[in-house]
């Protein structure tokens, strides 16, 4: 049975920085794409990264250059390192990994960052 447990959120100042972490069981990082979704109370669930197996990262416009996905084979876990932390970062991020059709299928329960101004 596929486990994604995240961990790593917490409350910072704006600026400030957090990395949260994705720990699978009964899934292999790396074989499949995986990313990092969030949602703000009110809102809808939004994309954040992703991680390809073909190497090539991808970020929504509102978090790039700030935020980094990155995995750990050995460990068997997603990263998710984020820096210059705003206020409306502020949010329940998640986990997800791909199924073989490279589609997200699997969901961690998440974890809280708010970013306080």
């Known amino acids: 049975q596929v486990q994604l447990v995240e961990s790593g959120g917490g409350s910072v100042q704006a600026g400030g920085s957090l990395r949260l972490s994705c720990a699978a069981s009964g899934y292999a990082v790396g074989r499949y794409c995986m990313g990092w979704f969030r949602q703000a109370p009110g809102k809808q669930r939004e994309w954040v990264s992703s991680f390809s197996t073909y190497g090539r990262n991808t970020y929504a416009g509102s978090v790039k250059g700030r935020f980094t996905i990155s995995e750990d084979n050995a460990k068997n876990t997603l990263y998710l390192q984020m820096n210059s932390l705003k206020p409306d970062d502020t949010a329940m991020y998640y986990c997800?990994?791909?199924?073989?059709?490279?589609?997200?299928?699997?969901w961690g329960q998440g974890t809280q960052v708010t970013v306080s101004s």
């Open positions: 997800a990994g791909c199924n073989q059709r490279q589609e997200f299928d699997y």
